[in-house]
């Protein structure tokens, strides 16, 4: 398939075929600038061209198992590979700008005790052409251009690094989207944030916290057990130093566990000085085995006022797509096709 390769490489396939290098580059911006979904769609390319590489190629092999559009006009595609193997995706139009959510990997393997996408287990990594192919499906779908990408989807993007930084080197040189406008989601691996942050790329970074407290956070997050809160929370430091960047924490407030006064308070002990962004998200329903629940608006706005009394740069997630299943694992979960094999995270070697 043709989504994956970059211009470069475009060009050295036009040539193998006996056609001029610049086709190449017409094809990427067919591909890439058009977001074509097939070769009947590039109307400036030769014949000869055209029919040399459909027999060959095909720009994707993405298929939508299930599209949803949301009562806030959200959209949310159910994609895969023609393996039933089904991974999500989301388009957030916004007024100013508009965004998608892409997903890293078929499930996903970090067991989460309050997440969708982990009661389902983990199968597999996405490639390059699967990663990008996601964003071209959303672009298909909306008359702007998207502009803001974010790797909160399915998976942990950093379990699947290179091919990541691929999809977005990409995005960036062929899409022409700003690495600045490209923020990755992680549940805390730090080797990984270690080598992010090695690129000097603009990219802004997040990390799932939901609790300063190692107790609760290794009954919320098992990745806790390997790289403890001060751990990765001075990875993201450093992180933050190497790039520049602000990095944000994103906070679940789950009812009775994580949303006290006491770990407000700690939380800005534990980010004082550090330019960033504390992201509060209340929990939204899925029943995980666990009893979690949603906080009242009060338990929220009193976790928020702690906060920010003591200086912390604060926002609330806008919460949108409730009545299509929208967040992260929650479609694939009621659909019928293979997600995923149910491999625990102790059996996904993590890099140490």
Request: glycine share 8%; hydrophobic share 40%; with cysteine.
């Amino acid at each position: 398939m043709l989504v994956g390769l970059d211009q470069a490489q475009l060009q050295d396939l036009a040539a193998d075929l006996g056609f001029e290098r610049y086709r190449g580059r017409q094809l990427a911006k067919w591909i890439y600038g058009k977001a074509a979904s097939g070769f009947h769609e590039m109307r400036d390319l030769p014949r000869p061209f055209i029919d040399a590489l459909a027999a060959r190629y095909v720009v994707s092999e993405l298929l939508t198992a299930e599209h949803k559009h949301s009562s806030d006009s959200v959209d949310k595609l159910l994609v895969h590979n023609g393996d039933g193997q089904v991974y999500e995706c989301v388009l957030l139009p916004y007024e100013d700008r508009v965004s998608c959510c892409l997903s890293s990997q078929v499930g996903c393997p970090m067991g989460c005790t309050f997440c969708a996408t982990g009661l389902g287990g983990f199968d597999r990594n996405l490639t390059v052409s699967e990663i990008v192919g996601q964003y071209l499906a959303l672009q298909r779908l909306s008359a702007r251009r998207i502009s803001h990408v974010v790797f909160m989807g399915m998976g942990e993007p950093l379990l699947n690094l290179r091919n990541l930084l691929l999809a977005m080197k990409i995005l960036h040189e062929e899409v022409g989207l700003s690495y600045r406008h490209m923020t990755v989601s992680t549940v805390g691996l730090v080797p990984q944030i270690n080598q992010l942050a090695a690129e000097k790329l603009p990219i802004h970074l997040a990390l799932s916290l939901h609790s300063p407290l190692d107790e609760i956070r290794n009954r919320l997050m098992p990745v806790n057990h390997k790289w403890p809160v001060e751990t990765v929370v001075g990875a993201m430091r450093d992180y933050q130093r190497a790039t520049g960047r602000k990095v944000t924490f994103e906070y679940l407030l789950i009812d009775q566990v994580n949303d006290t006064r006491e770990q407000a308070s700690a939380i800005a002990r534990l980010v004082k000085g550090m330019p960033c962004f504390v992201n509060l998200i209340p929990f939204n329903w899925v029943d995980t085995g666990q009893g979690f629940a949603r906080p009242s608006k009060e338990r929220v706005q009193a976790f928020r006022k702690v906060l920010e009394s003591s200086g912390v740069n604060v926002t609330e997630r806008v919460e949108r797509g409730h009545d299509i299943a929208a967040a992260c694992g929650q479609l694939a979960g009621q659909h019928t096709g293979r997600f995923a094999n149910r491999r625990s995270l102790s059996t996904v070697p993590l890099r140490s």
